[in-house]
C-alpha cells in the first residue's frame, strides 16, 4: 500500500493528476514497493530483485492523495467521465492491472477511528472494498474481531493484454462497514455485491476487439486510450448507465454490443444488470453505485496476481483465451518477470471534455 499526492490541480476541467512519492524523502522506497512516478504517468511492477538478486513479489496498491496531503482526492464522478492511457503489453494471462475507485472515508479513518488512527490518508490507511477483506487494521485501528471491511466498488479497469472488464460493486452500505458472519460478509445475502455487474467483450462473444495484435479493434501491444462515462438519467439524476469507449492511433472505438433480455446494449445499464446480475440489483444496483459516486470516491491504481485462482474468472473459459493454468503466479514470474503497467495522462471532469474525438 502506497500513497500518492495529486501534485498539481487544473483550475477548469478536466482535472488532470500528476503524481509525486509522499516518502520523497526516503527515494528508494518507491522501488521497492514496484512503484514508478514521472510527471503524469504511474508505473507498477509486480515484482523486483533485491539485493540478493532474488525476485521479491511486491503486488503495489496505490491512492490518490489530495493536495493538502491530509486526505485522499474525493473524487465525484456522477453525470462526469474518467479517462486514461495506458501501456500494459507486459501483463500476460493471469496478471490483473486495475484502476478503480473505493468508498473510503476520505481522511483515512481518522476521525472514524475515535483518536486510534493519527497517520490517516498519507499513510494508506482506511483501505475497504466490496469483497469485505479481513483487513489486520480498519480505518486505522487494529481489527481484533477479524471483522471485513465492506464498501462501494467501481472497478473501472481490470485488465491484462489478454481481456479487460469493468464492473460496479454496489454495497447496502456508505463509506465503510464492518461485517462479522457470513451472512453479512458474503454474496447470497451481504451487505456487497461480491461479484458484481460486470462487462467483458470476450464473454460476450467478440474475440477479436481487444488483445494483442493489430487483428484487434485495441490492440494491447501499442498504448491506448480508455474512457468510462457515469450517465445520469434527466429526470431523476440517477446513474443511468456506465459507458465505455477507447480511442487509439487517433480513432475512437465504441465498446462492444451485446443482447440482454432481449434488447442490445454497448453499456452497463439497469436493464443489463437485470438480465445479467440480479444480485447486484437486489443490492440496489447501479442506483446505488451512481450515490457512491456522486459522495466522492477514492482512486486507487493496483498490481496483481491471483496464487489461488489463477484469474481465470477474468481471462479464461468464456471470459479470455488463456488456459486454465497460464495465469499460475509461478509461471508468470518465469517468462514475465518484468510484468508491468504504465497509467498515465489521468484526467476526470464533464463529459466529452476529457478526449478529443
Not at 500518492?4 to 509522499?22: D, E, I, S, Y
Amino acid at each position: 500500500m502506497w500513497a500518492l499526492h495529486r501534485a498539481r490541480l487544473q483550475k477548469r476541467a478536466p482535472r488532470t493528476a500528476l503524481w509525486k512519492v509522499l516518502t520523497s524523502k526516503r527515494p528508494t522506497c518507491s522501488s521497492i514497493r514496484g512503484i514508478q512516478t514521472s510527471g503524469d504517468a504511474l508505473k507498477l511492477n509486480q515484482w523486483r530483485q533485491d539485493a540478493d538478486g532474488k525476485t521479491v513479489t511486491v503486488s503495489p496498491r496505490v491512492y490518490l492523495v489530495a493536495a493538502d496531503g491530509k486526505n485522499y482526492e474525493n473524487v465525484t464522478l456522477l453525470g462526469n467521465e474518467l479517462t486514461f492511457d495506458v501501456e500494459l503489453s507486459k501483463l500476460p494471462c493471469g496478471m490483473n492491472g486495475a484502476l478503480y475507485l473505493s468508498d473510503m472515508e476520505l481522511d483515512g479513518g481518522r476521525k472514524a477511528s475515535g483518536g486510534l488512527n493519527t497517520a490517516g490518508a498519507e499513510y494508506g490507511t482506511g483501505y475497504c472494498d466490496a469483497q469485505c477483506p479481513v483487513l489486520g487494521f480498519i480505518n486505522g485501528a487494529a481489527n481484533t474481531g477479524k471483522l471485513g471491511a465492506c464498501c462501494n466498488e467501481m472497478d473501472i479497469w481490470e485488465a491484462n493484454s489478454r481481456s479487460t472488464v469493468y464492473t460496479p460493486h454496489p454495497c447496502r452500505a456508505e463509506r465503510i462497514r464492518t461485517c462479522a458472519t457470513e451472512l453479512d460478509c458474503g454474496q447470497p445475502s451481504g451487505y456487497c455485491d461480491k461479484w458484481g455487474c460486470s462487462y467483458n467483450p470476450y464473454a460476450h462473444g467478440h474475440r477479436d476487439f481487444y488483445g494483442r495484435g493489430p487483428e484487434n479493434k485495441v490492440n494491447t501491444l501499442l498504448p491506448f486510450t480508455v474512457i468510462t462515462q457515469f450517465h445520469t438519467s434527466p429526470t431523476t439524476g440517477a446513474l443511468a448507465n456506465i459507458t465505455r469507449l477507447y480511442l487509439q492511433n487517433g480513432t475512437v472505438v465504441r465498446n462492444t454490443v451485446t443482447t440482454a433480455a432481449g434488447s442490445t446494449t454497448d453499456n452497463i445499464n439497469d436493464a443489463y444488470c437485470n438480465a445479467t446480475a440480479t444480485w447486484t440489483q437486489q443490492r440496489g444496483g447501479i442506483e446505488v453505485m451512481g450515490q457512491a459516486l456522486a459522495r466522492g470516491m477514492v482512486l486507487i491504481f493496483s498490481l496483481w496476481a491471483d496464487d489461488g485462482g489463477y484469474m481465470t474468472w477474468m481471462d479464461s473459459g468464456s471470459s479470455g483465451p488463456c488456459n486454465s493454468t497460464e495465469g499460475d503466479p509461478r509461471q508468470i514470474v518465469q517468462h514475465t518477470p518484468d510484468a508491468s503497467v504504465t497509467f498515465s495522462n489521468i484526467r476526470w471532469g464533464d463529459i466529452g471534455s476529457t478526449f478529443k474525438k
